[in-house]
């Protein structure tokens, strides 16, 4: 908590995606417009969540579909492109995350100066991708390999596109998880990006981890991010910030701008 309360404060914790533009070697990726199409995608987010309010700002690769768990080191790379082109105009702090690859997505934190990531560090998933295991034990000793032990850890104990092959109570994989992974904050999704976590699975595991932050990662909208907040701690939104509230067009800055708006008066900054 102490790292988690550090870099973000003791208020409730608004993050706000910039989902990337497809990247290359991904099926979706334009390779006429290439990588300045990427680039030129990702300013307007980046300007319009630093000044809506937002407490963080997350690079992810949502359009990189279909998504993989070991990930071509040219996403990596490409990412890590990006967030340089961008990096002087970033003003509050930024993490990374390379789906599914915590190995990746700790190495762009390493090379981009990120302060924290998300990623899925544990627990057996029957996926789309296919089984699908967390590898908190390998990431946390690469990220101490590449100097980035301080990274602020962002564990996603609820994977999307995913079911848990694990039969234990999802509190009983979030209190597992801070006992054997290290986390800074737990992490609650719904089934897919854009879909809430129920708010009965946010209360649960706030419970069982009542020492350790809990966000909500996913569907959390301006009508409902005041309850979202009754129990988190934080949220992580991409979806509703975007126009017509759809999940691969860009980022709208009135969205963004009226979802800051309706969490800081239901919780106003401390």
Excluded at 122 to 128: A, I
Excluded at 133 to 145: E, I, S
């Amino acid at each position: 908590m102490k790292r988690f309360r550090e870099l973000f404060g003791q208020g409730k914790v608004l993050i706000g995606m910039v989902h990337l533009q497809p990247l290359p070697g991904t099926p979706l990726y334009n390779s006429s417009a290439g990588m300045k199409k990427v680039v030129d995608a990702a300013r307007p987010s980046v300007e319009a969540l630093q000044e809506a309010g937002f407490d963080g700002m997350l690079f992810g690769n949502e359009n990189d579909r279909p998504y993989e768990l070991s990930v071509d080191v040219a996403s990596t790379a490409a990412m890590a492109y990006t967030i340089g082109r961008l990096r002087d105009r970033i003003q509050i702090p930024y993490g990374v995350d390379v789906l599914w690859d915590p190995k990746s997505t700790i190495a762009l934190a390493a090379a981009t100066g990120a302060t924290f990531v998300r990623e899925v560090f544990t627990g057996v998933y029957g996926s789309d991708m296919g089984l699908w295991q967390g590898t908190a034990a390998n990431a946390l000793r690469y990220a101490r390999r590449v100097g980035a032990q301080d990274l602020c850890l962002l564990c996603n104990i609820s994977a999307e596109f995913a079911y848990s092959l694990d039969q234990r109570s999802l509190a009983n994989r979030a209190r597992s998880a801070v006992f054997s992974s290290l986390p800074d904050a737990i992490l609650v999704s719904g089934p897919l990006t854009g879909e809430p976590a129920p708010l009965d699975h946010l209360a649960a595991v706030k419970q069982a981890v009542e020492e350790t932050p809990v966000l909500a990662n996913t569907g959390v909208r301006q009508e409902t991010v005041r309850d979202a907040l009754e129990i988190a701690d934080g949220v992580v939104v991409g979806t509703a910030l975007k126009v017509d509230g759809v999940t691969w067009n860009a980022l709208d800055p009135d969205r963004a701008k009226s979802f800051v708006k309706a969490a800081r008066s239901a919780f106003p900054i401390a």
